[in-house]
């Protein structure tokens, strides 16, 4: 009843430690912490995480963990899954290009819920963290799901959370593979949740994934049982997901490969728009200043040439073109590089529902195409290269090629970018004070011995 694969991952989960880590990842993890939170900050009143804290400020138990903002205690599964939809809901946290697309930050609140939970050390939380990216992304880099079937992204997660969550809690292998067998077996999420005019629960899929996860490694911990080929079995993960077998990619450190960690390829994000709009936002912005556009009415036509990750997700869907929900336009090529050319910018009050409506975004997303460009596909997935060229009506015109935004992992920003992204999206939410001392605290987290602590600096000024 072997499960080559299952049997791999556990074994590549026991085998990781803390002291094996380089110090330039243990920075990394360190960097997309303060990232996530951030973002995870600024989503505080946003809807869907209204009425996840709201359930989850119901719920006790002996091991808990705090909700980010607050000084609220939660099940450690619930805390996960609002904290999670706090990263998640503006779509501005990390990602990782492989031949799916994924956000592997998706771990950090899981991980940190449970570490906290727990009382386990910074190191152990930084490890489970290394862990659960490097297998989220390694699946990422092995098969692309839409080959497969109808699967949203959360299907990674559904393997990371629990082998991250199981080596925080020092599960043995019999109880990772167990952890593993029952997150997979429950947990398996549909692409519907991005498609078509997008619901909240956009921002919620991977989360609950992460909570199943969670759930998972505590059931296996209490000796709670699985399928045992859930993988390799004749109903299990690769005949439903992949409809074939497949083999796991490489992982940094098995069996002494000296190859990075994929946590080092992770990517964050310059603006809160899709990871695969990101250059083509960027383009405009340029184009904007070359064409000097001041009035959006003088634009002729604006044409999009992308990839066929960005144009499926992005540019198919003709909801793409009549955005009502902020989900739907954050995921829309046509807006948010209509955004780009009227406002000079794309922050996040550009998907506030009055917006959503203007006329003039209305007009110039009816004058924008978006294609896929055979320059910008034989450049995916390690570049997003998107084309934006923009005709105005006197004729001039402009084509800005872009292959690498500011935050990609090839031109990343710097730790003080970093800390400015985080300062600007917790302005007026937090004192600056607070900002400084959760720096402080992240900064010397492989100290760090009460996982709490991470918490102390981020209470919500109301």
Not at 283 to 294: K, P
Not at 354 to 362: M, Q
Request: glycine fraction near 8%; charged fraction near 20%.
């Amino acid at each position: 009843m072997q499960d080559r694969t299952l049997d791999r991952m556990v074994n590549y989960a026991a085998s990781i430690e803390y002291d094996d880590l380089p110090s330039e990842v243990v920075h990394q993890v360190k960097k997309l912490i303060i990232d996530s939170f951030g973002c995870g900050i600024r989503a505080y009143n946003s809807v869907p995480v209204k009425a996840a804290r709201e359930l989850a400020s119901t719920y006790l138990c002996s091991k808990t963990a705090t909700l980010l903002g607050t000084e609220i205690q939660s099940t450690p599964d619930l805390a996960a899954f609002v904290n999670g939809i706090m990263v998640r809901y503006l779509d501005f946290n990390d990602n990782y290009a492989g031949k799916s697309n994924a956000h592997p930050s998706d771990n950090i609140a899981p991980m940190i819920a449970v570490a906290e939970a727990t009382g386990a050390t910074g190191k152990d939380l930084i490890t489970g963290i290394v862990l659960a990216y490097e297998i989220q992304s390694a699946w990422a880099d092995t098969f692309r799901l839409k080959d497969g079937g109808p699967w949203d992204q959360a299907v990674y997660p559904t393997i990371s959370t629990p082998l991250g969550a199981g080596k925080i809690l020092g599960l043995n292998k019999k109880k990772l593979a167990e952890a593993l067998r029952l997150s997979i077996v429950q947990g398996l999420p549909l692409l519907e949740a991005r498609r078509g005019q997008i619901s909240h629960w956009k921002a919620c899929a991977v989360p609950n994934a992460g909570r199943n996860g969670i759930v998972s490694a505590f059931l296996a911990e209490k000796g709670l049982t699985g399928p045992p080929k859930i993988f390799e079995g004749e109903a299990g993960f690769f005949k439903a997901v992949a409809n074939r077998c497949l083999h796991l990619e490489k992982l940094a450190m098995e069996n002494g490969l000296n190859v990075p960690f994929r946590i080092m390829k992770s990517s964050i994000k310059r603006f809160p728009a899709g990871f695969f709009s990101q250059t083509a936002i960027e383009g405009a912005l340029v184009t904007r200043e070359i064409l000097r556009i001041s009035d959006t009415s003088d634009i002729k036509s604006v044409n999009i040439g992308t990839f066929d990750h960005g144009f499926s997700v992005m540019g198919r869907d003709l909801s793409r073109w009549r955005p009502t929900t902020r989900e739907t336009a954050d995921h829309s090529l046509p807006y948010v590089v209509s955004c780009a050319l009227k406002f000079g910018s794309v922050q996040i009050g550009h998907f506030d529902s009055e917006v959503l409506v203007d006329k003039t975004l209305i007009e110039l997303m009816d004058k924008t195409t978006v294609n896929i460009d055979p320059e910008c596909q034989s450049a995916w997935p390690d570049s997003t290269l998107n084309k934006v060229t923009v005709t105005m009506k006197d004729g001039r015109s402009h084509t800005e090629v872009i292959s690498h935004y500011l935050g990609h992992f090839i031109h990343p920003m710097s730790d003080g970018e970093i800390k400015d992204k985080f300062c600007k999206l917790t302005h007026g939410l937090l004192l600056a004070e607070q900002q400084e001392g959760f720096f402080n605290i992240i900064e010397g987290l492989e100290d760090l011995n009460d996982i709490s602590e991470i918490f102390r600096n981020l209470l919500i000024q109301t």
